[in-house]
């Protein structure tokens, strides 16, 4: 039986032109994706983004605006579900307090579940790096907003 699988993610870009990336693995599947998950049963999406970035980040953010809605199909890599992604523009209200790394999967940590945040220069972003289909489709966006206004 297929259902469908609200996720909401925020896109947090610096005074440098960077977004925050997170690395993560999984049971031995490794992704690249922005920070954000699953909304829960009776969430909205906004507080389900700021509870996702407590849970990730240890961070409180502000939600500034809407950035993208998936506006075509994407079956779920993890199971049968249809995945609707939903990303804001967002502002932390206090610096990250993360252990930034520089190179991709740089986890500290051993078990099943890992992650390790980097900054990455959105112009630098690679759409080969991110790893789900509505994330490749965000990072375009993010280039044609961000990349071009002489940053």
Request: hydrophobic residues 40%.
């Amino acid at each position: 039986m297929s259902y469908f699988n609200v996720r909401v993610y925020g896109l947090l870009i610096n005074q440098d032109n960077e977004v925050l990336v997170s690395d993560e693995q999984e049971y031995g599947f490794r992704f690249s994706k922005f920070p954000g998950g699953g909304l829960e049963l009776g969430e909205g999406l906004i507080d389900g983004l700021k509870r996702e970035f407590v849970e990730e980040c240890n961070a409180e953010i502000d939600v500034t605006a809407h950035f993208y809605t998936t506006d075509f199909f994407e079956k779920s890599s993890f199971n049968d579900s249809q995945v609707i992604s939903v990303y804001y523009l967002v502002k932390e209200k206090a610096p990250l307090q993360l252990a930034f790394k520089t190179k991709i999967y740089d986890f500290d940590e051993k078990g099943e579940i890992l992650q390790s945040f980097r900054w990455v220069k959105i112009e630098n972003l690679l759409i080969d790096e991110i790893t789900f289909k509505t994330d490749k489709t965000v990072v375009e966006l993010l280039k044609k907003q961000f990349s071009s206004n002489g940053a």
